[in-house]
């Protein structure tokens, strides 16, 4: 699959996941056989662009190739002038967020409340794509709500507008995350247009990977909340689209290794004190998938130190039984 003069390594996408992918987990997710990771978007409100989160967000060193950077709002110029400026700090590919469907972003008239303005929706995308040399790609939800199902009609704006990819997301922007995702629309969106489709929305086994391909045809899939804590979920799907071959999860060993280096990331990307911090919610999503492991979340969450928490998973997960190297942690 090609993204403009890019050629991915596979089908499946990690999606765009604020609080989740940042440089840290996209360079696990990648290493681990994701064929596309997209960062946490960013605001192209200039005010905020030089705060530390956005710092932290625009950074792409050591990252893998196409490096793919999400941007919200919902002003055309000021989304046009944020694509610019991504590009010239290193983005190959500029994806535009109107899917997310948070308060915080939809009060503001950006992610998946643009959906409901078809004119601005065209406006948005007519001028980000003419302000960069680079592919930009759009990522939706079906519609406004289940009764406003516009998703083929924004999907032919973005096909007009130049737009070299789109992800759907098969919920509204009124359904959040509650009930299932439903593919009907995908499928609709991907027989209407020409350009490839990613199909998002709780994919969350190879076998789910390849049953929502049959059912909407669409290019590939987009990987979301399904793969934290699971980072190798991706390259576990792009084996079985690509192959026809099942991998199973890494042995309680090989889980701590990643475990262990993502931790390790974490600390030297956001230093110690943010990084002690926001290691806590990926541990827990470790943690809560082996039952035995689960109620030591509390626990992990208490610790306020580095070392700390290398410790004490260290020792969780000797006694769960997976063999972990002493002295490569103390390195």
Request: hydrophobic content about 45%; overall charge neutral.
């Amino acid at each position: 699959m090609h993204i403009g003069p890019y050629r991915l390594a596979n089908r499946v996408a990690l999606a765009p996941m604020a609080g989740v992918t940042d440089l840290p987990f996209r360079r696990l997710a990648a290493a681990q056989g994701a064929g596309l990771v997209v960062s946490e978007m960013l605001s192209s409100n200039p005010q905020v662009q030089n705060s530390r989160k956005s710092q932290w967000r625009s950074r792409h060193d050591d990252e893998v190739e196409p490096r793919s950077v999400q941007i919200a709002g919902s002003d055309p110029l000021e989304l046009a002038a944020a694509a610019q400026m991504n590009v010239a700090r290193g983005a190959q590919i500029i994806d535009i967020n109107m899917g997310c469907p948070a308060k915080k972003v939809c009060r503001k008239a950006a992610g998946s409340a643009l959906l409901a303005n078809e004119s601005l929706v065209a406006d948005i995308l007519g001028a980000v794509v003419n302000a960069v040399d680079v592919p930009v790609t759009l990522k939706i939800r079906t519609g406004s709500q289940p009764g406003q199902r516009n998703g083929v009609s924004i999907a032919r704006i973005a096909e007009d507008a130049g737009i070299a990819l789109l992800s759907v997301h098969g919920r509204t922007r009124a359904c959040a995350f509650k009930g299932e995702a439903e593919y009907d629309t995908i499928a609709e969106i991907v027989a209407a247009i020409d350009i490839p489709v990613l199909a998002n929305g709780d994919i969350d086994s190879p076998d789910k990977a390849a049953a929502v391909l049959q059912h909407t045809g669409a290019a590939g899939v987009m990987i979301g909340r399904a793969a934290q804590g699971r980072p190798w979920l991706c390259g576990q799907i792009a084996a079985w689209l690509e192959r026809g071959e099942r991998i199973s999860d890494p042995d309680l060993a090989t889980q701590w290794r990643i475990i262990r280096e993502h931790l390790a990331a974490l600390h030297a990307f956001y230093g110690e004190f943010m990084g002690v911090r926001i290691a806590r919610k990926h541990v827990g999503w470790y943690l809560q998938q082996h039952p035995t492991l689960a109620s030591q979340r509390k626990a992990f969450n208490a610790l306020c130190t580095a070392e700390a928490q290398h410790r004490h998973l260290q020792a969780l997960f000797e006694a769960a039984g997976g063999n972990t190297d002493h002295k490569e942690l103390a390195a």
